[in-house]
Every structure is written in C-alpha cells, then in structure tokens.
C-alpha cells in the first residue's frame, strides 16, 4: 500500500483556493493542476508500506494527535515554488498562521516512524499546500505571470483537527486518496 499522513483541505477553503487559481493568468497553463477535491497537507509520506504494520502506524498517529493537544487554525498565504519562482517544479501555497504547529506534527510523525523503519526527513518541513507538479521547462512569459501571482485573502484558513493516514493509488488521471485512519487531536 501506498501511503502516507496529511491533514485533509476543507471543502471550503479548497474551493476559495481553486477560484483564486481560476481567475489567475496563469490558470490556461501548460501543466495539469490537482483536483481541488485532492487538496491535503502532507505530514509524512511514508510510500510503499505493508499492511502488517498498519496496527502499529494508527497507535504512532493517535500518539502524535493526542500529544499536539487540542486543533488549531492554519492560513494558507502566499504563492510559491520549489525550488523557486524562477525554476519551478511544484507551486504552491504557504501556510503561515499555524505553520510552526504544522510543522510540529510533521516532526513528530518523523520521530514515530523512524522506530517502524521508516527513514528521517533530512530537509526541514515546509508547510505548504501543492497545486501542481510541472515536469518541463517553462517560458519566460509564463515564469513572469508566476511572479505576479498575489497571495490569497484573510479568509483562507480552516480548522486543524486531526490526523489522516492516506492511502494513495496512482492512475494515468491522477492520483486518488482513500482515508485509511483519523486520529482526532
């Protein structure tokens, strides 16, 4: 099974997120966008897993909910790419309210795993919602509508409350996400 753990997108906030990139210059791009009904943060993406330890990886994502205490707010902000603007393979937008807990859940399901043979993330988290993966080399003109894209408004937050372990199956029209377990915080 493939899997991994993230925090589901409301409903909601993916759709605001989805009429921003609608009404941007950049929507006709030359890339496939994710499915706005795709939308998740992942926390931990664990890939190729056994189903024997599946016992074991729910009782480490309860551990981690219970720790984090109770749910918070995120705010997804502004736009961006790895590895940059300017030489973009995946844009996204960056959480700010609520990234350093975020990012406190991350390192925690990094710790939980690491004892079920999964290995440690070397790179530091980096909370982010991804819109799309590009494969190729863009043209200048469209590296320069990226640059101008603006941050979202005020209102694009949601609640954070719980844990997801995701299992992910591939297909030639994308990927498609099967929530597997929750854990509440």
Same mark, same amino acid.
């Given at each position: ?19 921003? *990139? ?6 006709? +791009? ?5 499915? %706005? ?7 931990? !993406? ?6 024997? *330890? ?5 009782? =480490? ?18 736009? #961006?790419? !790895? ?8 844009? !996204? ?23 079920? #043979? ?7 988290? %980096?909370? %982010?919602?991804?819109? =799309? ?5 863009? =043209? ?27 299992? +992910? ?5 994308? =990927?498609?996400?099967?929530?597997? %377990?929750?854990?509440?915080?």
């Amino acid at each position: 099974m493939r899997l991994f753990f993230g925090v589901k997108i409301s409903l909601d906030l993916g759709e605001l997120v989805w009429r921003e *990139i609608k009404e941007s210059p950049i929507y006709n +791009s030359p890339w496939r966008w994710i499915p %706005h009904r795709n939308y998740h943060l992942t926390l931990k !993406f664990l890939g190729e897993t056994d189903e024997e *330890i599946l016992g074991d990886l729910k009782e =480490a994502a309860t551990r981690v909910a219970s720790q984090m205490g109770s749910p918070f707010r995120i705010r997804l902000e502004d736009f #961006g790419a !790895f590895p940059s603007l300017s030489r973009p393979r995946v844009v !996204f937008y960056s959480i700010k309210e609520g990234s350093g807990k975020i990012s406190d859940l991350a390192d925690r399901l990094n710790r939980e795993m690491e004892p079920l #043979g999964f290995e440690s993330e070397r790179r530091p988290y %980096h909370a %982010h919602l991804t819109l =799309a993966r590009i494969k190729r080399k863009l =043209a200048p003109s469209v590296i320069e509508k990226l640059k101008r894209i603006p941050s979202l408004p005020e209102k694009a937050n949601q609640r954070v409350d719980s844990i997801i372990l995701f299992r +992910s199956r591939l297909s030639p029209s994308g =990927a498609a996400y099967e929530r597997i %377990h929750n854990s509440p915080l």
